[in-house]
DNA sequence: GTGAAAGCGCTAACAG
DNA sequence: CTGTTAGCGCTTTCAC
């Protein structure tokens, strides 16, 4: 594995114009750069970006915190993030915080960060204020992706607007018993965003005079497992809502699930909508209010690089869109009908 | 943010020592070391990995190349390899080959790597023979993890055999009629898992004289949405197996949707099991061969973190282990009881 | 125990 | 259009 010098001793040329024909600054000539081109394949020369990060103190990457990988939305996010550092050549340094969240010290800790990346791309993280120090020493762009994160400027949907443009949904189509299932856990890292969309989902309710009764205000912990459950609970008691507004696309197919094997009919009985615009949502026939989840991790990553590469930041950012899709699992109540 | 130069000049040491008393060489006297780590604590040292790198050769970082992200197979072994590989000091680089699928090059051509890692590891993922050339030439450990790999030692299950005791658990329970929701599918990266896994279920079920219909030989493409409705369809038409083996989770729990909504009951009227040990299987009540994917990830980066290090490379691993988990989703056939 | 010097592979002025 | 000369921040002999 050839060194720019190595083939700059082949050719009789100096590391500089052979550092310049590879990538390909105009002032050298067309052969000069054709020999090197050369030269270099057949050298079979491989770029050393540590070397290259040394001397411009660029690294050419972009570090990218989770939660965890093994939610839909997150990954999501981080393809999004991939699909468009790639392109743009940046490479992504993963940190999972899953396993560090428990116990020891995770993974952003100053020590681990090594300025190895440009830049940090956070996504539903919130920080202690020891970690915020930490990450701000390394003194390098960061953005948010999805929740709002506390210190930070963020990329994402109003988690209210999109909430009440569910719910609304329901109640245009004439619902007057609602149930939520909310995404809201101790455990977890997305507690702005749950309560947000909890919220809203109350407002919208009060707003419109439809009674809530707080039994019917469930948690899933934005899992399909754990919602299916819940809701199979909720329906096999005396009294349940018309309609099932959920706070993710995947608690929302885990409802779907349990009202079928609770013998109801969706929506003849029950309607459910969804939130996010999950990949099996079309499949599913789901109702949903849809966000492009890849495009705002793609956003981040455009808006980040520029950044590294000298553009201003902008102090915050416009919302991310969302849509309503109607689909099969939403009607009218029985009793409208 | 300061160097180590000026943490020696600070305290009037030379710059090895400084180095040396950050890395905990035991050379060093207590109070020097002492001495050290406050003056980097206080100057806001932070470790540079490109110019430790440039001068031993070492990056600490292993790539990892996955077909896509939003496959829950996929991103647990991630969040497995992450997870070790963090504990031993390591950065995980990510390759999500999603998008350059089509078209353009893929990320893990030379020109990418740049000998930013020290290391590969390959998630199902197919090489041109090109590619596996660039690949070559980094000559730095490679393993792949899951399917196995054309070229490569891999980690993981014999796919022919979990699919077999699936099926064999159907068969146990006297089913006599059995259909597949395979993973096949033309766009996939995992073609040889799922064709093996195929192949299985043909010779358990021929083996046992089971008679398969070949219009019971369906494909989810792995995706729980497809297989959906592929299930319904199915079970919409007059004539249907009463045991289905699923080639992953994902694709049973989409089964059994579709099964309810079609009214049959499970595991009354049909059975369903499932391959791989799907985080949502157990909230499914669903009966699965579940191997331990996360441990495979885990592995996979404990041994390629050894081979850089130095230890020998052996030529091929034990599979990895798995076992049949008996839940609600299986019982004998109608007939039978 | 600690220091001096050389070098990892590349880029970046500054010349010419 | 091309070469010279310094580094970038760290590790590593080899001395003392």
């Known amino acids: 594995m050839a060194t720019i010098a190595q083939i ?10 052979v550092s310049r024909a590879l990538r390909g600054i105009p002032s050298i000539s067309q052969e000069t750069v054709a020999l090197v081109r050369e030269a270099a394949s057949r050298l079979d020369y491989v770029p ?15 570090g990218v915190v989770v939660p965890s990988l ?32 428990d116990g020891g010290k995770r993974p952003f800790a100053r020590s681990l960060l090594r300025r ?21 020493l390394l003194d390098i762009p960061m953005i948010a992706v999805g929740p709002p994160a506390v210190g930070l400027r963020t990329i994402g949907v109003d988690d ?9 949904h329901l109640i245009d189509l004439g619902h007057r018993s609602l149930g939520l299932v909310g995404g809201y856990d101790s455990q977890s890292l997305t507690v702005y965003s749950a309560s947000e969309r909890e919220h809203a989902f109350t407002r919208s309710a009060l707003r419109s005079g439809v009674v809530v009764d707080p039994t019917w205000m469930l948690s899933g912990a934005y899992q399909s497992g754990v919602a299916q459950q819940v809701v199979a609970q909720l329906y096999a008691s005396s009294s349940w809502p018309t309609g099932l507004v959920c706070a993710s ?3 929302a197919i885990g409802a779907l699930y349990a009202l079928s094997r609770a013998g109801l009919q969706v929506p003849h009985d029950v309607s459910v909508i969804g939130i996010d615009g999950h990949i099996y949502a079309e499949a599913y026939d789901l109702t949903t209010c849809t966000q492009d989840v890849q495009e705002q991790g793609s956003r981040a990553a455009r808006q980040i690089v520029a950044e590294i590469e000298g553009a201003p930041a902008p102090e915050n950012f416009e919302p991310a869109g969302f849509e309503l899709v109607v689909r099969g699992t939403t009607a009218p109540p029985p009793q409208v009908r």
Chains 1, 2 share one sequence.
């Open 160 to 168: 209210g607007a999109i909430m009440a443009a569910a719910t609304n």
């Open 249 to 251: 696309d995947e608690m």
């Open 70 to 101: 093994d939610r839909w939305f997150y990954s999501s996010v981080v393809s999004g993030i991939d699909r468009t550092l790639a392109a743009l050549g940046y490479d992504v340094v993963l940190f999972d915080l899953d396993h560090s969240h």
């Open 8 to 17: 700059a001793a082949e050719l009789g040329l100096s590391k500089s114009t």
């Open 116 to 136: 190895r990346v440009d830049a940090v791309i956070v996504i539903a993280t919130v920080f202690t204020p020891d970690e915020f120090a930490e990450l701000a």
């Open 48 to 62: 050393s970006v540590a070397a290259a990060g040394l001397s411009t103190g660029r690294n050419h990457a972009v």
